[in-house]
């Protein structure tokens, strides 16, 4: 070979090796797995029955609910069964994707905290008979400053309670509850916990009410949570006044929708995105208007 000409091929060489890398696909990151739910706090305001507001659901288009504990045990003491209610959810399509409740489980003063154990596996028991897989955990109980460490015992025996009993605490955190209000405090005791199983419930609201802001959902993986409480903050008020009564329909309000939209989707997983208002101005309307409307604006966005 020539002497030009090897130079040329080595000159050549790298540059094809280059190309070869930059063309090469990608595997493709697959997006999040959106599913819509309705917190029945969202038209709990018109008092309707437990059977009608899951039918709303259904007929609003929703995949599940998240119900409140208070609703199934009214559900049950005016004679009703376990049984007959989680027949209304499979006839009507849809799943109960979660429950809230206010069990003491993460108390400070043991007695206290026994108890809080203690109505958890109740109300667990009465869940996993209608086939709803997760609780909110709220710290419920806690006093002052919490210890991560001592948090983080409850919290794993509060996963082995729920993997005994087929229902998966969501450990919450509340953006006004000054023990336990910052999205950092519930990821220090779901860090330090080192658990598997460990998962978060995050809230839109209460990530504004407590001041975490949203550049943090940056930091979290897919698996951190399934479910999250989907709302927005009007503007003009402090963030200090405001009250669970003040969010409204996700969009319509100054939480950068757009932003945690793409965030939740570059994610991957299951997003159960669970509409959770309290404005009694929605209270007065039509609970299935309530409930179409809410999708709608939720699937702008999601």
Known sequence: ?????????????????????????PKPKKKADFKYCLNTSTIRGQKPTLPEMINIAAEAG???????????????????????LKKLFSDAKISPFNAIGFAPWMAQ??????QGFAQMEREMGMLAEISCVRVAAPAIGAE???NVEDSAEKFNRLIDLGKRMGVMPQLEFWGSFGPFHNLSQCLSVAVAANNPDAKILP????????????????????????????NDIPSGKPREELADKDRVYPGDGIAPYQEIADLLDQMG??????????????????????????????????
Do not use: C
Request: aromatic share 10%; glycine share 10%; net charge neutral.
């Open 109 to 114: 003063d043991p007695e206290k905290s026994k």
């Open 1 to 25: 070979m020539k002497r030009r000409n090897l130079l040329k091929s080595i000159a050549l060489a790298p540059l094809t090796l280059t190309t070869g890398v930059t063309l090469a696909n």
């Open 203 to 230: 809230d839109v609201y209460h990530l504004y009410r407590g001041g975490s802001g949203y550049n943090a959902l940056k930091l979290l993986s897919g698996d951190a949570f399934d479910v999250i409480h989907v």
């Open 62 to 84: 929703y995949d599940g609910m998240e119900i409140w504990i208070n609703e199934i045990e009214g559900y049950v003491s005016s004679g009703k069964s376990l049984a007959s």
């Open 144 to 146: 002052g400053q919490i």
């Open 269 to 302: 997983g299951t997003k159960i995105l669970s509409l959770e208002l309290f404005n009694e101005t929605y209270w007065a309307q039509d609970p299935l208007a309530v409930a179409k409307t809410g999708i709608e604006k939720i699937k702008k966005f999601f």
